[in-house]
């Protein structure tokens, strides 16, 4: 009895302290994001608004941090899995960088059975097996990172869901966030052009968002910088799911309404017809010019092959009219598809490439580390060679990290100790016939995007190893900041002496100790600045202190808007370090290996916008003879805008004997974009085209095949190469030739270039 009233006693004084610490519990689970909100809890995830996918190379703790301040209803699942999405409404993949095969076919399927919304942010690459389907159902693809913040700016089209950030942006005062992107590309008619990059010049490639019916594509990286771009995070994010929310529920009712009979096609207006028309007869001629180009260059007469197929082509072209005229719209579309099919099938690819080229492929870290050993390697340089290429540029030098075990780079890639893949390459590039050329990040030497990867698993902030051994040698913005505002890269000083030793060091090793046939100079520039707004780089120590030497000021007590004459004279300055380096390197590879061959990346930017955003002057360096091969990055998605970029800087090379490449972005091109942007490098041709960042390449490809398709060139590992490139010469019997008046120009070989 007494014990029965003690244990009563003690429920009764500890019940509401119990209560008490329930609520504690509860509040505290729904503080912190909760178990529910992170996906642990058996309740279903239908009944939150928005599905969170966390994977591994993501920077969570910012994502994390920007969703629980945005006031949305989310759950987190880990993975992505058709189990895991089954039931859900919108599913939100905030910068997750790579999908898996897997992955990206259970959210194709969940898009496509279930009627699933979807919300992308940052880069997504998908990989070739399953990239169609699911690119189509986004509506976008990320093409490339833009060189500066920039402001997001609504089209015309935008609709009524995306005016709502625009008018809540005005309501604050707050109409000018700029964040670092990238630029988007649509994929087909159902793609909407909602928004651009504000400043931004890159012709028709500058979508900062895209929507399709069931996606909606934010251009930027989602709450990677919380303290700038925390209100442009969360009033995209809560548009976009509320546009998803809607459409959701439209489609579901669609679904549960009875279908209606298939509907006819509609008619074929005036304006489909001309552009039918135009199509038709474009390809057309193109097929007959590359007929007629092989058959000026090689001999021969024209295939019995392609006499019925040019007969059916322009027996269609001609009927279109009078087809639409009487009604007969069906048969109108069916001739002009089979017609379509058919140039395109029969194209000559392998009477073009029969002509004399030099074909080079940039083969990337990633490809390297995948390889994991010589044999791998070896596979790789075996398919090269069988392909037909004969150049290939080797990633040696990535965000400070050296490919090889180096006498001079701080570290090795911590993903290749163990083994040397650079002397491996060498000697097995040599041994196919191949040349090989070390390609190097040279002033920017850390990366945070590489700190992200799982494999490597630094911090986001990690400077580098060059710059972890020598903080002296970095250059910085000017407010004293390593990474410059929307990039991710860490900077050397080139004004610094012992930078420029550095870099010459390395430049006697890889020429002399690795006897490679060429050296690749990629990031030879500063960072991207904007003098307007006052995001500006450059203020290392030693830059500092020689320009204040030669001026009597100090460079940093500057105001570009102000100080104009002094501002250019910094200006200047800087441009000139980057020369003197280019000047330095080629001299001294040149004294060990007079035959080696200088190349460099650079922008095609006009040259004064260039020295102004870049101080990137490479006009001087081919003038001086210091550079073989030009490189210029003219990524376009049409040939409009492939030849805005590369007519105005091939009149400016062909005066000199540097080799000029323009370079094609095939990562996200259809291969008839490709072979047309190809066919016009070939109208007009320069000193070759390089194809940049390639998908796969076909097993069953030959060299006496023709090209294989280019958009697909990639090799069965689960990172694609980064660059596949033709730099083409023209050749006669007794030997190769130049001409400046259309635009070949020259270079030096050791077994390659024409000279």
């Not at 610490?21 to 309740?43: I, M």
């Not at 001309?274 to 090689?298: F, H, K, P, Y």
């Not at 010589?374 to 965000?399: K, P, S, Y």
């Amino acid at each position: 009895m007494v014990r029965d009233r003690f244990w009563g006693f003690i429920l009764r004084s500890f019940k509401p302290l119990a209560v008490c610490l329930g609520f504690l519990w509860v509040g505290l689970l729904v503080w912190t994001g909760s178990p529910v909100a992170h996906g642990q809890s058996a309740v279903h995830g239908a009944e939150y608004l928005l599905t969170v996918v966390r994977l591994p190379g993501q920077n969570w703790a910012n994502i994390e941090r920007q969703l629980q301040q945005s006031g949305l209803s989310y759950q987190v699942i880990d993975g992505i899995e058709p189990a895991g999405l089954r039931g859900r409404s919108t599913v939100f993949l905030p910068n997750v960088n790579r999908l898996t095969v897997a992955q990206a076919h259970a959210l194709a399927e969940w898009m496509q059975q279930e009627g699933g919304q979807l919300i992308v942010s940052g880069p997504l690459e998908i990989p070739a097996e399953a990239r169609d389907p699911l690119r189509s159902l986004i509506g976008a693809y990320w093409s490339g990172d833009i060189p500066l913040a920039s402001a997001v700016r609504l089209t015309e089209f935008a609709e009524a869901w995306a005016r709502s950030v625009q008018a809540a942006d005005r309501a604050s005062g707050a109409e000018h966030f700029v964040v670092a992107g990238g630029a988007l590309l649509p994929t087909g008619p159902e793609s909407r052009l909602v928004a651009v990059w504000e400043e931004v010049d890159m012709g028709d490639n500058a979508y900062a968002v895209i929507a399709s019916r069931q996606s909606v594509y934010l251009g930027w990286r989602w709450g990677e910088f919380p303290e700038e771009t925390a209100q442009l995070d969360r009033e995209w994010l809560q548009a976009a799911l509320r546009r998803a929310q809607g459409r959701f529920a439209a489609l579901r009712q669609a679904a549960a309404t009875p279908s209606p009979l298939p509907a006819v096609r509609s008619t074929i207006n005036t304006l489909e017809l001309l552009a039918m028309r135009q199509e038709l007869g474009s390809l057309l001629g193109r097929v007959e010019g590359s007929l007629l180009l092989a058959r000026a260059t090689q001999g021969g007469v024209e295939a019995a092959e392609y006499k019925p197929i040019l007969e059916q082509a322009r027996s269609v072209l001609q009927q279109l009219p009078a087809w639409v005229e009487a009604g007969q719209y069906e048969q109108a579309r069916q001739a002009f598809e089979q017609a379509r099919a058919d140039l395109w099938a029969h194209y000559p690819v392998d009477r073009l490439t029969a002509l004399s080229e030099v074909r080079a492929i940039w083969l990337d870290r990633s490809t390297i580390v995948e390889a994991g050993s010589e044999a791998g390697l070896a596979q790789i340089f075996d398919r090269l060679a069988q392909a037909g290429l004969n150049t290939v540029f080797f990633e040696t030098m990535n965000a400070g990290f050296a490919i090889h075990p180096s006498r001079v780079a701080p570290q090795q890639n911590p993903l290749t100790r163990g083994w040397d893949p650079l002397r491996a390459a060498v000697r097995l590039a040599h041994e196919r016939g191949l040349e090989l050329h070390a390609w190097i990040w040279t002033l920017a030497v850390g990366n945070t995007r590489h700190n992200l990867l799982p494999e490597i698993n630094l911090p986001q902030d990690y400077i580098g190893p060059v710059l972890t051994a020598h903080p002296d040698w970095a250059n910085l913005d000017n407010r004293g900041r390593l990474f410059p505002r929307g990039q991710p890269e860490t900077w050397l000083d080139p004004a610094n002496p012992q930078v420029r030793s550095y870099l010459l060091a390395l430049t006697r090793e890889l020429v002399q100790d690795y006897q490679v046939d060429g050296i690749h100079l990629d990031y030879i520039r500063y960072p991207f600045q904007n003098a307007a707004s006052r995001q500006v780089f450059g203020f290392g120590r030693a830059a500092r202190q020689g320009f204040q030497q030669l001026s009597g000021v100090d460079p940093l007590e500057l105001d570009p808007l102000r100080d104009r004459s002094l501002w250019q004279l910094w200006t200047r300055y800087r441009t000139q370090q980057v020369n003197e380096v280019v000047e330095a390197i080629a001299r001294t590879a040149r004294s060990l290996n007079p035959r080696v061959i200088l190349s460099a990346a650079v922008y095609a930017l006009p040259k004064q916008e260039r020295l102004q955003r870049l101080q990137q002057n490479w006009e001087e360096w081919i003038q001086a003879g210091e550079l073989d091969l030009l490189i210029p990055l003219t990524y376009a998605g049409n040939t409009r805008r492939l030849a805005q970029l590369v007519q105005p800087n091939l009149e400016i090379v062909s005066r000199f004997s540097t080799l000029f490449v323009p370079s094609l972005n095939l990562l996200n091109c259809r291969p008839s974009s490709s072979w047309i942007n190809c066919r016009w490098c070939g109208i007009c041709p320069p000193g070759g085209l390089l194809y940049s960042r390639c998908g796969s390449l076909p097993q069953s490809w030959k060299p006496s095949s023709g090209p294989p398709p280019l958009p697909r060139l990639a090799f069965p590992i689960g990172i694609p190469l980064g660059l596949f490139g033709i730099a083409s010469r023209r050749c006669g019997r007794s030997g190769c030739f130049c001409s400046s008046r259309n635009g070949w120009g020259c270079g030096s070989t050791a077994n390659g270039w024409s000279k």
